[in-house]
């Protein structure tokens, strides 16, 4: 719907749900009343879904109105009484149950057992001075590049003398296609 134009019969019936529910933007709403109110057909008809919607609110109301909800929340409690515990009272009685003592004594020999042998195993494997491994000597693989030849035009070299690290790069291709 355009601001400049007035809205035309068939418009109106395309947009006549949305301006009903009120979802249409301020121009439209407008524009659309503007219409209802100078065209006696969709002028009618807006009336008729107006009075509908009336009459269907009441029903409801009404229909809301006759239920007895007075006993609904004593239902509900008794359904959720009757359920088995929650995931909390249930995690509380298993704490409850893995910390009490007559739980946690009934394994302490093997427990204690357990300690013990890792203890005397842990002593016996400890490295000695008599045992410890010799030395690791690291290599000396240094290398000196005192001159590069190449046929190839493009050649970069990188280093990093920290670290001891130099790269080469050889291009095999010419950047100008040829």
């Known amino acids: 719907m355009s601001p400049d134009k007035p809205t035309i019969c068939p418009d109106f019936e395309l947009r006549f749900d949305g301006f009903l529910d009120g979802e249409l ?26 009075r509908l919607q ?35 009272a249930r995690a509380r009685s298993a704490a409850s149950e893995a910390l009490s003592p007559r739980t946690w004594l009934r394994p302490m020999p093997a427990l204690a057992l357990t300690g013990a042998i890792a203890a005397v195993l842990a002593i016996w494997m400890w ?19 005192e001159r590069i030849e190449s046929s190839s035009p493009h050649v970069a070299i990188w ?9 080469i790069w050889v291009a095999s291709y010419d950047p100008d296609g040829q």
């Open 25 to 50: 933007d301020a121009h439209s709403l407008r524009a659309m009343a503007l219409h209802a109110g100078s065209c006696p057909t969709c002028g009618a008809e807006l009336e008729r879904a107006e």
């Open 54 to 88: 009336v009459l269907l609110s009441d029903a409801v109301e009404e229909r809301i109105e006759a239920v007895d909800t007075s006993r609904l929340w004593a239902s509900i409690e008794a359904r959720l009484e009757s359920q088995s515990p929650g995931f909390w």
């Open 127 to 145: 490295p000695t001075a008599a045992n410890a491994p010799a030395s690791v000597e690291v290599a000396n693989n240094h290398a000196q590049i």
């Open 159 to 167: 280093s990093e003398p920290g670290n001891h690290t130099t790269a």
